[in-house]
């Protein structure tokens, strides 16, 4: 299995920097968010070219790391319309240049009515959130198909895709085989489930089957009563029951370190090798 980061987690910088920063570590392939890892990007659409996504692809490529995923998260449900209007032609482009990045996907979440602080609202789990999110997703499906790129959706505790069976509705809703799924258990979790993740793990495996494509790799603790994220391998996250069940049922999907910090990451890329043994 292939074993990568989210490389603006070394800083920005240039990304023949960052494709060396990762390397280093052992990793194979990057998660690429530009505007958070690329001096001088914003990933904005109007300022990418063919040009400038080959020149990423060799950086990267150079250092024998694949570019797993283009982020392009954004808020569909944000209050802002023209900035969801924005972000929407910003992931059109990605998707219109995902061949020139080689890259295998690029993903959103699902976003939240809190607008920038992507938290708990209850207006996230109402039919009104889902069916934007039907509308802007079917929408980038379209763009999508017609670039033969592929789309990775992920779910959230906090968003409006709040549980796996309400990402699954969602893509089943749109009935696109470009969208698949990228699975953060960590994303589902509360105080009042956390200790349930690998039920919820299973649900995902049971819901997504083949079509999880991405997982992200993160674990924690509990401190003065909530979720804290940590040092992968430090913490409570079961990964002796994870990864045995996602080297068997989902042998192909990149393994994404998200919110590592730089000097945890040859503890956890080791720690996570050793439980794929």
Not at 68 to 93: C, D, I, R, T
Not at 95 to 104: D, I, N, S, T, V
Not at 149 to 168: D, Q, R, S, V
Not at 244 to 259: H, M, R, S, T, V
Request: neutral net charge; hydrophobic residues 40%.
């Amino acid at each position: 299995m292939k074993i990568g980061v989210r490389v603006h987690d070394f800083g920005k910088s240039d990304a023949k920097t960052l494709a060396q920063k990762a390397k280093a570590i052992g990793f194979d392939c990057v998660q690429l968010v530009l505007n958070k890892a690329i001096e001088g990007e914003t990933g904005l659409a109007g300022t990418l070219t063919k040009k400038k996504a080959k020149s990423f692809y060799k950086a990267f490529k150079k250092e024998g790391l694949e570019i797993a995923m283009l982020g392009a998260y954004f808020n569909p449900v944000h209050s802002n319309k023209e900035l969801v209007a924005k972000m929407v032609a910003k992931f059109k482009e990605h998707l219109e240049y995902e061949k020139a990045f080689h890259a295998g996907y690029v993903g959103s979440e699902t976003g939240s009515y809190n607008d920038d602080k992507w938290t708990y609202n209850p207006l996230n789990r109402t039919e009104e959130a889902f069916n934007e999110n039907v509308r802007i997703f079917s929408e980038l499906a379209s763009v999508a198909e017609k670039s033969k790129a592929k789309i990775a959706l992920e779910g959230a505790y906090g968003h409006c895709m709040f549980e796996p069976k309400a990402l699954k509705r969602l893509v089943d809703t749109i009935g696109s085989d470009s969208i698949y799924y990228t699975v953060d258990i960590y994303n589902y979790l509360s105080i009042d489930n956390y200790a349930n993740h690998t039920q919820i793990f299973d649900e995902c495996l049971e819901l997504f089957k083949d079509r999880i494509v991405i997982f992200h790799i993160k674990d924690f603790i509990i401190e003065d009563g909530a979720l804290k994220q940590c040092c992968i391998g430090k913490g409570v996250m079961n990964y002796d029951y994870i990864m045995p069940k996602i080297k068997e049922n989902c042998p192909n999907a990149y393994l994404i370190f998200e919110g590592s910090k730089p000097d945890d990451m040859e503890f956890s890329y080791k720690f996570v090798q050793s439980k794929l043994k």
